[in-house]
């Protein structure tokens, strides 16, 4: 079972900072870029590996749903 | 700044954030919490606003954003402190995400952190301080970033 307080508050947190990410002209990443940021969140969730007492996951789920809000912040509000 | 750094740096900032973030949750827990956590994201900012500057940094962090984010911190703290005031008579008391047993248990167990000691209240604090402390290093920057001389 996931644990839903971690996740959701990672997620607000990345949501509202990803809401700020504005790319111009000389600032602009191609989606193949946040691929490559999203296996190495996943590599870097894993070595990390869960909280102690935390048994949903093996993997840093607060990193993971930190990162998902803030892709989701840059989509829809960046 | 060279241009790998420029290419390197938005990413990277990103993944920092997502580090500060989780070092924030699980502050109640692991060595860490709501100023460590609000310092590293505050670090994946000024990553970005030094290599790419201010103007053209990717983090578009506004007055009223900062303001808005501290101004959630400070309140939040104190509505949290208040609340162990008025349920326990002490100031600040851990009164548990169940708020003493005001809300159903349905409710606080979506709240709770599982740990041994069950943290209550501190992981949300954590949050709060977070906030702020993100916001009080980024504006040192921001200030030392637009300060052009006289």
């Known amino acids: 079972m ?29 989606i193949s870029s946040y691929i490559v940021i999203l296996i ?11 909280f102690p007492y935390y048994h949903d996951l093996p993997l840093a789920s607060g ?6 809000g803030i892709i989701l912040g840059r989509i829809i509000r960046g | 700044m060279s241009t790998i750094l420029k290419i390197f740096a ?21 060595p860490g919490g709501g ?3 609000g310092a590293i994201i ?20 506004t007055h009223r954003f900062m303001a808005t984010l501290e101004s959630i911190g400070a309140i939040g703290y104190i509505l949290l402190g208040l609340a162990g005031l008025l349920l326990s008579g002490y100031f600040l008391y851990n009164i548990g995400v169940d708020l003493y047993n005001l809300l159903p248990a349905s409710i606080g167990s979506v709240f709770n952190y599982p740990d041994a000691v069950h943290a209550g209240i501190i992981p949300y604090l954590n ?24």
Not at chain 1, 40 to 50: E, K, N, R
Not at chain 1, 63 to 68: E, G, L, P, R, T
């Open chain 2, 35 to 37: 100023f460590q956590g």
């Open chain 2, 10 to 30: 938005f990413p990277a900032s990103i993944i920092i954030i997502c580090l500060g973030i989780s070092t924030i949750l699980g502050g109640h827990i692991t």
């Open chain 1, 40 to 50: 190495a969140a996943i590599l870097m969730a894993w070595q990390l590996g869960p």
């Open chain 2, 127 to 150: 949050i709060l301080i977070g906030l702020k402390v993100l916001v009080g290093l980024s504006a040192v920057v921001i200030t030392f970033l637009e300060f052009k001389g006289e």
């Open chain 1, 2 to 30: 996931l644990y839903v307080g971690p996740s959701l508050f990672g997620f607000l947190i990345g949501f509202i900072l990803g809401t700020r990410i504005k790319e111009d002209e000389e600032v602009k990443f191609p």
């Open chain 2, 42 to 61: 505050a670090a994946g900012f000024i990553f970005c606003a030094i290599v790419y500057g201010f103007e053209n940094t990717p983090f578009k962090f």
């Open chain 1, 63 to 68: 990193f993971i749903a930190a990162f998902v």
